[in-house]
């Protein structure tokens, strides 16, 4: 058996979210099959599908949006996850307007000049985040709390948070991607960690 | 607002986020105390709603295709593989308190695959716990195929949303530090000296 380990299932099976998949439509350009597993507890989907999301990645804070899908998707390849990596890889463009130039530089964050020392901050700890056991360091936290305020920080460990939620729901599942993912994934996904040396 | 020992960020006070002060209140009367993980997410109240609140209850609580035991034996268990002592402390300490887990099956849950205390449903639950809870992932083909021999596909969303639930809470504590509650501290001096396997 290899694939998706649990079938989706089809729009048409999860009624009254009618406004929940036009929204992904619009906003996504596609239905992620993460929601069409979830949709057998349509309760859950609402909360973690929609709610969940909308607060951490979309509503607006202290945090750019764009900051937040940069920290979704290091923390992502930090888990090894595949499935995270692709769409948080692929909506820091997308959505939020991360360049491809950047995007691809990810692991050279510590270095390269695509980045201020406030998201080089902010992108240590996700790294660390997204491992278990967490490898934040008490330095990391010291170094994060010289950029942001106690609500920035509430933020970004939000997001982190929610990709912990969704990277075990999409790793365990195996959850297929959908067009424009697997496309992002194919083509920058090669390797998930950093480069080796 | 005060700093508490390791913990990275102040905690709010309970007055200070009054949209929940209900939800603190239960917590005191339900666990005899109000949990530090709300108290620095009540920074950002509808976070707190949805995950504190609304997550927790649809996860954990709602009656469903599998038993709240199960449902928290999982949620401890993962939390261990994951090297969360907060959350492994609080569902220890409240599975035991609430009387969700038994104290013999606490003591044995990493002899999930041999004890007796089990049954296979349990022991394969338990398994994606462990594997889900890893980085990189660690539940094999087989490992949710013997799941799925146990579980019908609303049971297995049901456990897997315990896994993920605890993904999101493992790794707020675990970056937070947050500080365990004098109850939960108890347990974990008592029980969680080791939160992983150890070797015989």
């Not at chain 1, 909506?91 to 991360?98: Q, Y």
């Not at chain 1, 939620?165 to 424009?180: A, K, S, V, Y």
């Not at chain 2, 620095?40 to 997550?55: F, K, N, S, T, Y």
């Not at chain 2, 609580?61 to 035991?69: D, M, N, V, W």
């Amino acid at each position: 058996m290899s694939g998706q380990r649990l079938e989706s299932l089809d729009i048409s099976e999860i009624p009254d979210h009618e406004g929940l998949f036009d929204l992904c439509n619009d906003l996504y350009g596609l239905i992620p099959n993460s929601f069409l597993i979830m949709g057998r507890d349509p309760e859950l989907l609402d909360v973690a599908g929609q709610q969940l999301q909308s607060t951490v990645m979309q509503k607006p804070g202290k945090t750019s949006i764009a900051l937040r899908w940069m920290i979704g998707h290091i923390s992502s390849r930090a888990a090894g996850s595949r499935y995270g990596s692709a769409h948080s890889g692929y909506f820091s463009d997308h959505l939020a307007g991360v360049t491809e130039k950047k995007l691809d530089a990810i692991w050279e964050f510590e270095t390269s000049p695509l980045f201020d020392d406030a998201e080089r901050a902010a992108l240590r700890v996700a790294v660390g985040g997204g491992q278990a056991p967490t490898a934040v360091t008490d330095v990391d936290m010291a170094e994060l709390r010289e950029h942001y305020d106690d609500d920035a920080i509430v933020e970004i460990i939000a997001v982190i948070g929610l990709f912990g939620f969704f990277n075990r729901w999409n790793d365990i599942f195996q959850t297929e991607m959908e067009g424009p993912t697997r496309d992002f994934a194919d083509r920058k996904l090669d390797r998930l960690g950093p480069p080796e040396g | 607002m005060e700093f508490r020992g390791e913990q990275r960020v102040p905690l709010l006070a309970a007055e200070d986020v009054p949209e929940h002060a209900d939800l603190f209140i239960s917590s005191q009367e339900m666990y005899g105390f109000v949990p530090n993980s709300f108290l620095i997410m009540g920074r950002d109240p509808e976070l707190l709603d949805i995950a504190g609140r609304q997550m927790a209850r649809i996860i954990m609580q709602k009656p469903g295709k599998t038993s709240i035991e199960l449902r928290w034996l999982v949620a401890h268990l993962s939390s261990r593989a994951a090297g969360c002592r907060y959350c492994s402390a609080h569902s220890g300490h409240l599975g035991e308190k609430l009387g969700y887990i038994s104290e013999a099956k606490l003591d044995s849950i990493w002899e999930f695959e041999s004890s007796p205390l089990f049954d296979d449903g349990e022991r394969a639950a338990m398994r994606v716990g462990v594997g889900g809870a890893m980085t990189p992932c660690a539940v094999t083909d087989k490992d949710m195929a013997e799941l799925r021999r146990h579980f019908d596909d609303d049971a297995v969303v049901e456990l897997v949303a315990v896994i993920a639930l605890f993904g999101f809470f493992n790794r707020w504590n675990d970056i937070f530090k947050t500080e365990l509650e004098a109850p939960p501290s108890v347990f974990a001096g008592e029980k969680l000296q080791t939160l992983g396997r150890t070797e015989p």
